[in-house]
C-alpha cells in the first residue's frame, strides 16, 4: 500500500509560481506512475499531468502544457508539479495519484492510491 501527501499549494497572484510536492510513503515508489488531478468546485475533478515510472515519458493537459512541468526523484520517493504563469482559473484543490506499473494516464479511473489534496488559489 502506498500513502501520499501532497504539500506545497497555497495563495499566489495572477502569473506567480508554485511548486507541490507529494511524498510516498513505501518501497515500491518506482513501480508507479503517479498523476497530477485537480477539481474546482462544483466541477468533476481533471487530470493535469502524469509522468512514468522512471520519469522518462510525461503528459500534460492542454490546459496547462508549457506553464506546469511534471518531475520525480525515485530516490526521495517524491513527485513535484512546478506551475508557472499561473492563473485565476487553476485555482483548485490538486490531487496526486498513484497508478501500480501503470504508463501515466490521464484517467482517474485507473489510479490506486490518491493523496488528500492541497488547495492552490490564484488571485486576479
Known amino acids: 500500500q502506498v500513502q501520499l501527501v501532497e504539500s506545497g499549494g497555497g495563495l499566489v497572484q495572477a502569473g506567480g509560481s508554485l511548486r507541490l510536492s507529494c511524498a510516498a510513503s513505501g518501497r515500491t515508489f518506482s513501480s508507479y506512475a503517479m498523476g497530477w488531478f485537480r477539481q474546482a468546485p462544483g466541477k468533476e475533478r481533471e487530470f493535469v499531468a502524469a509522468i512514468n515510472w522512471s520519469g522518462g515519458s510525461t503528459s500534460y493537459a492542454d490546459s496547462v502544457r508549457g506553464r506546469f512541468t511534471i518531475s520525480r526523484d525515485n530516490d526521495r520517493n517524491t513527485v513535484y508539479l512546478q506551475m508557472n504563469s499561473l492563473k485565476p482559473e487553476d485555482t483548485a484543490v490538486y490531487y496526486c495519484?498513484?497508478?501500480?506499473w501503470g504508463a501515466g494516464s490521464r484517467r482517474t479511473s485507473v489510479y490506486d492510491y490518491w493523496g488528500q489534496g492541497t488547495q492552490v488559489t490564484v488571485s486576479s
Open positions: 495519484a498513484a497508478d501500480y
